[in-house]
């Protein structure tokens, strides 16, 4: 399957080698489109071997399992074709329309950061930092086009998945709105086992 460019709406994928400096790299944002399976999205660094994590109720519940390199964290279950959008800002606001929006401390120590899902990911260089990283849910805008074997298939995106890193010393846990795949307001376990 290869995913072509948005017919409307969204931001083309920008390259590799972001670099990070007070003024923000040019190419961020960045944006990609991503077919979400088993209802999740990965992001890890390239040391993390088994990408992955053991949820338990805790985790289905608080809407991420975390472990130091790894996230894993829950999409709504009709998320098929997303946007994902990812960016390093100074501060963040919850968007009003967002659907879940969870916080974590997230240290790139090594790139490029693997950002997908189960079957599928994009590669994204981050500078090496330690961040608070923000997943944000929100209802998807504008149209995909899908080339696979000589066919042409369009839809509507299911979602946009905003990945938004906020470079700081001291990063936390938090439910910053609950809903979609969040079920709690509140973190209710920080550690997981992988797969």
Do not use: K, N
């Amino acid at each position: 399957m290869m995913l072509i460019a948005p017919v409307d709406g969204g931001v083309v994928d920008g390259a590799a080698g972001l670099g990070h400096d007070p003024a923000m790299d040019a190419d961020l944002p960045r944006s990609f489109d991503l077919a979400v399976s088993h209802s999740q999205v990965i992001i890890h660094l390239p040391t993390v071997e088994r990408p992955g994590h053991r949820w338990e109720e805790d985790h289905l519940r608080q809407g991420f399992a975390w472990s130091e390199g790894l996230v894993s964290l829950a999409v709504p279950e009709h998320a098929e074709i997303c946007r994902v959008r990812v960016e390093i800002v100074e501060e963040h606001a919850v968007p009003a329309d967002c659907l879940s929006c969870v916080r974590v401390p997230f240290e790139v120590t090594a790139g490029p950061l693997s950002i997908g899902s189960v079957f599928e990911a994009e590669e994204v260089e981050i500078p090496l930092d330690r961040y608070a990283l923000i997943f944000t849910v929100r209802p998807g805008e504008g149209r995909w086009t899908l080339e696979l074997d000589g066919e042409t298939e369009s839809g509507e995106y299911s979602d946009l998945l905003e990945v938004t890193l906020i470079p700081t010393a001291d990063p936390s846990f938090a439910i910053l709105r609950a809903g979609g795949g969040v079920q709690v307001d509140r973190v209710l376990r920080e550690d997981a086992e992988t797969a």
